[in-house]
């Protein structure tokens, strides 16, 4: 009986919100049964953050309720370094679901300690130890600014280029220790084992990437003594294989 007198008591609370607007909202809000506390919140999307940093952002009163402004919590959330977007919403009648688009780590920046940044050059607070990142190292001639959480425009191009590469080919970005770079705006992706530089250019399609590839292992089991040392797929529909021992 009580679960339906309180269905009953949402249902004409919403209805009368439509008509009366704000105010009704203010004395919902001051209800026992809409207020909320930490157990309440439902957080999705969570990897490099902790539910911990996420309820110390949206600091909870005896007073908050599923009826608080759900706005002020999302633009504190988005101000977090490693958030790109966040979303929150209410579940009557007493939940608040969270859910986060986190920065996700691409590769490395010398700064002049090891930083991760993401697809968009932006560096990350995460402990490339702790958190086990085996990623790229972007080689960069320009210094990073102290206090600056944007990389330079040169850096933020690398970054977005190894985000896109991933997208392509999770595998061979796990094979990168390098990106640097090279020639007439080209790049250049440093293979660890074999040591391996891939000449690419921008904008590199996944399946041009993967002939890439297929040369590569053809070439190694051609002459195992005469490893290639350099793939240059910067010509259309042509693959350059560089040895080690060639003049």
Known sequence: MRRELRILLITSLLGATWAWGGEL???GSRMEMFRINEGDIDIHGLRYLTRETVLQVMELTPESS????????????????????ANVVRRLPHT??????????????????LEPVDGDGIRLPLDPASHRLDLPILETEY???????????????????????MQADTAFLQMLSEVRW?????????????DVDFLLPFGLSAKRLREGL??????????????????????????????????
Do not use: C, Y
């Open 182 to 194: 090279g020639k007439d705006s080209s790049l250049v992706a440093r293979w660890s084992k074999p």
């Open 25 to 27: 909202l203010v004395a």
């Open 66 to 85: 599923v009826w608080s402004n759900t706005d002020l919590w999302v633009t504190d959330l988005s101000a977090l370094p490693l958030v790109r977007s």
């Open 143 to 165: 210094p990073f600014v102290e206090g600056r959480r944007i990389m330079p425009p040169r850096t933020r191009v690398l970054a977005s280029e190894v985000n896109r590469l």
């Open 214 to 247: 297929i040369v590569l292992a053809h070439a190694m089991n051609q002459t195992p003594h005469d490893l290639p040392k350099s793939v240059d797929l910067r010509f259309a529909d042509l693959v350059v294989v560089r040895r080690v021992n060639e003049n």
């Open 96 to 113: 608040i679901i969270v859910s986060l688009l986190e920065r996700q780590p691409v590769a490395l920046v010398p700064t002049p300690t």
